[in-house]
């Protein structure tokens, strides 16, 4: 597991059922990635999106987590 701060952002990212996976701010991002490097690079990319533009950002992130975890 290896967690990082991107300005404001804190970004998380783990192994799970051989796969990477990323939360960005304690969101879960609906992607799997095939390396660590590609998931820390999404969660980068994920938290700087959320600088810039925070209100739509954080809505869209609250959409997919509930969609993730609904059965």
Do not use: C
Not at 15 to 41: C, N, P
Not at 43 to 65: D, K, V, Y
């Amino acid at each position: 597991m290896a967690a990082f701060t991107v300005g404001e952002h804190e970004v998380t990212v783990w192994k799970d059922q051989g796969r990477w996976v990323v939360t960005v701010d304690e969101a879960i991002h609906r992607r799997w990635y095939g390396s660590e490097a590609q998931a820390a690079g999404a969660g980068l990319l994920r938290a700087q999106r959320i600088a810039r533009n925070p209100a739509p950002a954080r809505r869209r992130m609250a959409a997919e987590t509930q969609a993730a975890t609904t059965p």
